[in-house]
């Protein structure tokens, strides 16, 4: 009772700017696309019954990167269906599509600009 407790601010040295924290906010929204165009694939769909097929096996094949999206998606149709995903890092994903993949029958991924216009 009675006793004044002192509140201690923060070592400034050590405290977050404001610029780290937002680097650090943007950087972790950062996601590095890759597509793959389905048609290039003779035979492709004899191997993939659906487009959820297909994704599965492209989630496989990519979950040994860590920053791997987790999720593929399909877009378009036709001979313009493509399946998209993304990455969190740049490097993952430069790996990811530096050659074709034998498990998805030599499909090759490349750089994906998601907002570019079709």
Known sequence: KGKSVEILSPDPEHAASPDASAAAIQSSLLRFYAAAALSTI??????????????????????????????????????????????RSKPDMEKAIAAPISFLHDLQFHEHDPSAKK
């Not at 791997?68 to 269906?81: C, F, P, R, V, W």
């Open 42 to 87: 003779e035979g492709f769909w004899t191997h993939f019954k659906t487009n959820r097929e297909a994704c599965d096996a492209t989630d496989r094949e990519f979950s040994s990167f860590s920053s791997y999206g987790s999720k593929a998606i399909t877009q378009g149709s036709g001979n313009n269906k493509i399946i998209v995903v993304y990455f």
